[in-house]
């Protein structure tokens, strides 16, 4: 029998039709084979590792990658069990590949695409035009040969690795932050102005068709000034023509830029534009729960999108992270897996056999003009679990007014509710159970976001 908490009955009125929003389960075979990721075939267990239960999702599970590090044995051994696709941190820069006019030096980035090629692994180009890491000849060119040098080098690094890379990132970091919406100076947009980036992505379809060409930034993951700036230039290529296949959101967050509530909104309306939407590299600051609680919402945000075809975070281990005196990543110095490792494989519906895991999925119940109800169903891994916990964050200025099959406490904000188990903790091996609350709009329609599951 329900228990329920209410404190403001819903009218009653007729519901519009329900509809569901599923978090964690999407179309796996389509996606499998839209991004030729392997098909699991009879899985009865949940994946153990990042790059399998990503797979099982129809995504790819990457690292960036320093060549100078694939000598250390865990750094080696972590990467090669966990990961399904590579991103060289800097070897494919241009200050690594041409930093001479001219000459190429692809030593270690080949280190890494043959390591990665060589056991099974996806790799990301990243980048052909950036305003950083250039060459000081780069920026001392007169027009003309700065267009014949930008088009000479897209051309060189991709035919030198023509047909080995899944997705390039042909052009980075080209906005300005604020609320400008501005190119960002650097030689190519001084010199050249807008049309350069155009003529970038049109040299590299030409240099690799096979490629996805993928514009690359920062500050974009939610719905900003600099996003809106970058949605726009999207979309004038989308009308003209020009090829572009998919955007990166790169996803460095602390808390000066924490993950923007509209992070699934935003990746929705890019892919709704027709491109491919990736999380390029992902690192988040802080520690414990909160750190893997902010990691399983943007993998769930990912999953949310069915064009999220792939995950790269920013390097395997805190011990090498580009941010220096940080623990943003998901193994620790150690390389020991954290909470936050634990959420990421729990939200892409994975688990370590034996081990107590659950999930939980969002979907909406009814819903009236001024308020809905939700409901989050609880799913026990392979384990039978006796307790679960999830988080419930709803959009101020919305308020739960009601809950109901649960036990909900309140962080000091009121907009992030911890629910626990009001007699329904124990389940089987894959059996569910469901809670229920009402939300208040008060003029906000956000869907909540819900934290990772834990389970014990
Ligand atoms: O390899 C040299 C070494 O020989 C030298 O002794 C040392 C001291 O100067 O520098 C080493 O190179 C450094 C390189 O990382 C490798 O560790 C560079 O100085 C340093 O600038 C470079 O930083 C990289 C940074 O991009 C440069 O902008 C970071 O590793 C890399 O993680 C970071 O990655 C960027 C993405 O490409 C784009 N998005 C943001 C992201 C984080 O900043």
């Not at 999220?308 to 395997?316: A, D, E, H, L, Q």
Request: charged content about 15%; glycine content about 10%.
């Amino acid at each position: 029998m329900a228990s329920r908490t209410t404190i403001d009955p819903p009218p009653q009125r007729q519901p519009r039709r329900p509809r569901t929003r599923t978090a964690l389960v999407v179309g796996t075979a389509a996606l499998l084979a839209a991004v030729g990721a392997p098909a699991v075939a009879g899985t009865t267990q949940a994946a153990s590792t990042l790059g399998a239960a990503a797979a099982e999702q129809g995504r790819y599970f990457g690292a960036a990658v320093a060549a100078n590090h694939l000598g250390e044995t865990p750094y080696a051994s972590t990467l090669d069990t966990e990961f399904s696709s590579v991103t060289p941190e800097n070897e494919m820069k241009w200050d690594a590949t041409e930093p001479t006019r001219g000459t190429f030096t692809f030593g270690s980035a080949d280190q890494i695409v043959n390591h990665a090629q060589s056991r099974g692994m996806k790799v990301r180009g990243h980048t052909l035009v950036w305003y950083s890491q250039l060459p000081g000849w780069v920026g001392n060119l007169g027009a003309t040969d700065l267009r014949s040098a930008m088009n000479n080098h897209i051309t060189q690094v991709m035919q030198h690795y023509q047909g080995r890379i899944h997705s390039w990132d042909v052009a980075n970091e080209a906005f300005q932050d604020g609320d400008s919406g501005a190119r960002r100076s650097s030689p190519f947009q001084d010199k050249l102005g807008d049309g350069y980036m155009e003529e970038a992505f049109r040299t590299a379809r030409a240099a690799d068709p096979a490629a996805k060409l993928c514009y690359n930034d920062y500050n974009i993951e939610g719905i900003n000034a600099k996003s809106n700036a970058v949605y726009n230039m999207v979309r004038d290529f989308k009308a003209r023509g020009v090829p572009i296949d998919c955007v990166g959101f790169q996803s460095h967050f602390n808390s000066a830029s924490p993950v923007p509530y509209d992070y699934r909104e935003n990746l929705q309306r890019f892919a709704d534009l027709g491109v491919d939407v990736q999380i390029t590299e992902l690192d988040i600051e802080g520690s414990g729960t909160a750190q893997a609680d902010n990691y399983s919402s943007v993998v769930r945000s990912c999953l949310a999108v069915s064009r999220c075809t792939g995950i790269t975070v920013w390097g395997v281990t805190d011990k090498y992270s580009w941010r220096a005196g940080g623990t943003p990543l998901l193994f620790d110095g150690n390389y020991t897996k954290k909470p936050a490792y634990n959420a990421v494989l729990a939200a892409l519906g994975g688990g370590s056999s034996g081990a107590a895991t659950c999930t939980a999925t969002y979907s909406k119940a009814e819903e009236w003009s001024d308020r809905f109800n939700g409901k989050v169903t609880i799913t026990a891994g392979s384990s039978a679990i006796s307790n679960w916990t999830t988080t419930v964050t709803v959009t101020p200025p919305q308020k739960v007014s009601a809950t109901w099959n649960g036990s909900p406490t309140w962080d000091t904000s009121g907009n992030v509710m911890t629910m626990r188990p009001n007699g329904n903790g124990n389940l089987a091996a894959g059996a569910s159970t469901s809670f229920g609350f009402t939300v208040m709009r008060n003029g906000t329609s956000t869907p909540p976001v819900l934290g990772s599951c834990t389970a014990s």
